[in-house]
């Protein structure tokens, strides 16, 4: 084996060589990349060991200058860009415009900042809604009939009809009881005509006559032509104070055949009861047996005017004050044609003048045609026929509803 041969190196050259490896190592760029360079192997201690020969210490450092600027002048240093939009064409060494537009990395949408959350409002739900409208609807409505009352901007016919008052006050309180109290049911609207003149022919009960008036609310509010009853009345009814004021308004008049007539003529929707008085002022016993018609006078109008007779038949009425006697003493004092003895009146007072809670049940029968039958008006047998009838077709009707009702109360 051979021995090593140990160079000495003074501590300058070993400087000088140190501070050549560091230059060698800095990195370097060529074409816009960055390159590092090798260090140069170390000797090694051994002779026999193979590699790069070291260069020789004594190198002047003048050399090593002028070979570093000469790679500089090679491979000139590159800046980075300033902003971060060229930093694609920094790193692939590619100018921004050669690329297409196509190509181009959409632009990273700017971060605004939220406004602060606001506090949840309630708003109201769609029932109050439309309850809040309908009471503003009620208003503007009674403030209208409040100035055209004012203004005297309303019409009455020759017989003192209001058809504005009877449909927003008069009718107004009868309402709740047709809705509620009584529970009307009312069928064969279909056979009320929507127009023209029309007689409805109807059972007569109640102690007081509320059959009439449930019976034109029936019409007025349930029927499509929302028809007004014209109902003939009794003298008594227009002689008593306040009441017949208000029937006049309501647009009844006198059951005589020649108003009845003349509403007929005019395309009005005419009610009347023939048993009158005897109706409504039987006993409870004799409930829903129709008493006798009178002479028929109705029917003579009817043929004449050659308007539709249409039976209808109630049921519910006979029970809102059973009449368990009758004082005729306070009756002949009072002026009047029965003094009804129900179980509240008159040992309650004024709350026995509160109805009870019947089911009603009210159908208006297939009309009758009297056209045919126009220019017999005057034959009374003809008429005393048609009237019976009539008569017998709301008795039958009254006791098939019976049927159909399950109790008084239901």
């Known amino acids: 084996m051979s021995e090593a041969r140990i160079i000495p190196i003074n501590a300058e050259q070993r400087a000088e060589g140190d501070r050549g490896a560091e230059e060698a190592v800095a990195p370097t760029r060529r074409n816009g990349r960055r390159v590092t360079a090798k260090p140069a192997p170390k000797t090694s201690a051994k002779a026999g060991s193979q590699g790069p020969k070291a260069a020789p210490a004594s190198a002047p450092r003048a050399t090593e200058r002028a070979g570093s600027e000469a790679e500089d002048r090679d491979h000139p240093r590159v800046e980075p860009p300033e902003t971060l939009r060229d930093m694609g064409s920094f790193v692939t060494g590619k100018s921004a415009e050669s690329k297409a537009p196509a190509e181009a990395a959409p632009a990273r949408p700017a971060v605004v900042p939220e406004p602060p959350a606001e506090p949840q409002r309630t708003l109201p739900t769609e029932p109050e809604t439309e309850q809040g409208d309908e009471w503003e609807r009620k208003l503007a409505g009674a403030l209208a009939f409040l100035r055209r009352r004012l203004t005297g901007e309303y019409e009455v016919d020759e017989f003192g009809f209001d058809a504005e008052l009877t449909g927003t006050i008069l009718a107004a309180p009868f309402r709740p009881l047709y809705d509620k109290w009584f529970r009307v049911e009312a069928t064969g609207m279909e056979n009320v005509p929507e127009k023209g003149g029309a007689l409805i022919v109807a059972n007569h009960s109640g102690t007081i006559a509320l059959d009439g008036v449930i019976t034109a609310l029936a019409l007025l509010d349930h029927h499509p032509g929302r028809r007004h009853l014209r109902m003939l009345g009794a003298d008594l009814v227009f002689k ?47 409930r829903y047996k129709l008493q006798r018609f009178g002479r028929g006078g109705f029917v003579s109008s009817a043929l004449k005017t050659k308007a539709p007779i249409i039976p209808c038949s109630i049921v519910g009425a006979e029970e809102i004050y059973p009449m368990l006697g009758n004082s005729k003493l306070l009756a002949r004092l009072m002026g009047a044609p029965y003094f009804p003895l129900t179980p509240t009146f008159p040992w309650l007072g004024p709350l026995g003048l509160i109805p009870l809670p019947s089911k009603w049940y009210i159908e208006f029968g297939e009309p009758i045609d009297t056209a045919p039958l126009a220019d017999r008006a005057d034959d009374p ?17 009254l006791y098939r509803l019976l049927m159909k009702r399950k109790s008084v109360f239901l």
């Open 240 to 286: 008593t104070p306040f009441v017949g004021e208000f029937a006049r308004k309501a647009g009844n008049t006198l059951a005589c055949q020649a108003d009845a007539e003349r509403l007929l003529s005019n395309g009005e929707l005419v009610g009347v009861y023939p048993e009158g008085f005897k109706g409504v002022g039987k006993p409870f016993s004799e």
């Open 381 to 397: 047998m003809l008429v005393f026929n048609v009237a019976d009838q009539v008569r017998e077709t709301i008795q039958q009707t």
